[in-house]
């Protein structure tokens, strides 16, 4: 694993996960960002799927973009943390890189999901995305790398924070 800031649509990665909304249609943000450098043959392609509940993930291609894929999962949005928030988070990962390891995908970046206008806290967003990350990269081959592509400095930070905290708390797990 490990913490970039960039724009995510720059990255030559097998795919990179996309912080959707229900319809998959493209909104604001980098759900906004991917469809635009994507091109029209991604707002194509997602219509045909139908859309996608909170939790879960979809694949497409990837159109114009230097990833061959592109994985739209769709965030809680934040109502306290008493609503289910977390455990969806959670699911968005997980159904992300299971999409990546069924279509046998080596590299992986996610997006900080849910923490733009979804406003789930992002101290406590980078801590279930790499905890659970962390947990699914145990125990499938695949992917073999994730990527946290973080749009600033200070998500970046609070991703390479609990990057620290896990490979403290597991000393025989190089982050």
């Known amino acids: 694993m ?4 960039a724009d995510i ?9 996309n912080a959707a909304n ?3 249609l493209g909104g604001g943000g980098v759900d906004g960002a991917i469809h635009r ?3 029209p043959g991604l707002l194509e392609e997602c219509r045909a799927l139908g859309g996608c509940p909170t939790g879960q993930a979809r694949i497409t291609g990837g ?7 592109v994985i739209h999962t769709v965030g809680p949005v934040w109502q306290g943390g008493a609503a289910g928030e977390p455990l969806l988070l959670a699911s968005c990962y997980r159904s992300a890189l299971a999409l990546a390891a069924e279509h046998g995908l080596d590299t992986l970046a996610f997006s900080a ?7 789930y806290p992002a101290p406590q967003a980078a801590v279930v995305a790499v905890d659970t990350v962390s947990g699914f990269l145990e125990a499938s081959p695949l992917p073999r790398h994730v990527v946290f592509c973080c749009f600033s400095g200070p998500s970046a930070d609070l991703h390479r924070e609990a990057l620290a905290a896990l490979a403290f708390q597991v000393p025989d797990r190089a982050p």
């Open 22 to 24: 229900e319809t998959l």
């Open 9 to 17: 649509t720059t990255l030559g990665v097998d795919a990179i996960v």
């Open 37 to 39: 450098a994507a091109g």
């Open 2 to 5: 490990s913490v970039v800031q």
């Open 63 to 69: 159109h114009r973009l230097p990833a061959r894929f």
């Open 113 to 119: 999901i849910s923490t733009g206008v979804y406003g």
